[in-house]
T-cell receptor
Framework: SQQGEEDPQALSIQEGENATMNCSYKTSINNLQWYRQNSGRGLVHLIL?????REKHSGRLRVTLDTSKKSSSLLITASRAADTASYFCATDAYNNNDMRFGAGTRLTVKP | EAEVAQSPRYKITEKSQAVAFWCDPI?????LYWYRQILGQGPELLVQ????????DSQLPKDRFSAERLKGVDSTLKIQPAELGDSAMYLC?????????????FGPGTRLTVT
C-alpha cells in the first residue's frame, strides 16, 4: 500500500517558472525523501528531510516538512526543460526501513 | 560512481511463460529491494532483503513470484507463470544505513511486457 500522496498529479509550466509539488502522508515518519524519475528510467534520490527538520535546500530545490499536518512540499526554482520528470515522495515509517511511495507528480517544463 | 545494475532492461514474454530478472546492488549495501511500478503509479514494494534474509515479502504474490538473494549480494526475481497484469517496470534498489537513515539507490529497471 502507498502512504504518500502527491499533489497535483500533473503540472505544466514554462521554463524559468517555479514548480511546487506537495506530498501528504498518513502515519508518523522518521524521514521523508523526494525522488525524480525520468520517463522509463529508475528513480534518482533528490533530497531527504528528517522529521525534526522543517526546511532543507539543495541547489534549486527547497523542501519543507510540516509534521503536524503530515505534509511536505518540494519547490523547484527557475525550472529548466531538463526538470521534466515525475517526482515522488517516499516516507520511512518511524523505526521502520519500509519506504512507501506516492503516485507522483508529473512535471512538464516547456522551453 | 557505483550503481545498481539490472538486467535485462527490456523483456517481452508470452503469458504462462517464466521470466527472471537480475539485480546487482551497490557493493556493501546490505539491504536490497524489488519494486513493481505500473505505468502512471509509484513503485510498490514486492520484497525486501537484509543480506540473504527476507525482511518483508507481504506484497509478493507468492503463488507466482519468487525472489532469492542466496549469498547476500545479487538477487533474482522470478515470475512463473507470467500473466498479462504483470506488465510493468520492475525496479531494484539497494540501501545502506547512514546516520540512521536508509537512502535507496535505484537501478534502471526492467520493463516487462506480457503478451
Amino acid at each position: 500500500s502507498q502512504q504518500g500522496e502527491e499533489d497535483p498529479q500533473a503540472l505544466s509550466i514554462q521554463e524559468g517558472e517555479n514548480a511546487t509539488m506537495n506530498c501528504s502522508y498518513k502515519t508518523s515518519i522518521n524521514n521523508l525523501q523526494w525522488y525524480r524519475q525520468n520517463s522509463g528510467r529508475g528513480l534518482v534520490h533528490l533530497i531527504l528531510i528528517r522529521s525534526n527538520e522543517r526546511e532543507k535546500h539543495s541547489g534549486r530545490l527547497r523542501v519543507t516538512l510540516d509534521t503536524s499536518k503530515k505534509s511536505s512540499s518540494l519547490l523547484i526554482t527557475a525550472s529548466r526543460a531538463a526538470d521534466t520528470a515525475s517526482y515522488f515522495c517516499a516516507t520511512d515509517a518511524y523505526n521502520n526501513n519500509d519506504m512507501r511511495f506516492g503516485a507522483g507528480t508529473r512535471l512538464t517544463v516547456k522551453p | 560512481e557505483a550503481e545498481v545494475a539490472q538486467s535485462p532492461r527490456y523483456k517481452i514474454t508470452e503469458k504462462s511463460q517464466a521470466v527472471a530478472f537480475w539485480c546487482d546492488p551497490i557493493s556493501g549495501h546490505a539491504t536490497l529491494y524489488w519494486y513493481r511500478q505500473i505505468l502512471g503509479q509509484g513503485p510498490e514494494l514486492l520484497v525486501q532483503f537484509q543480506d540473504e534474509s527476507v525482511v518483508d515479502d507481504s506484497q509478493l504474490p507468492k503463488d507466482r513470484f519468487s525472489a532469492e538473494r542466496l549469498k547476500g549480494v545479487d538477487s533474482t526475481l522470478k515470475i512463473q507463470p507470467a500473466e498479462l497484469g504483470d506488465s510493468a517496470m520492475y525496479l531494484c534498489a539497494s540501501s545502506l544505513l547512514t546516520s540512521g537513515v536508509y537512502e535507496q539507490y535505484f537501478g534502471p529497471g526492467t520493463r516487462l511486457t506480457v503478451t
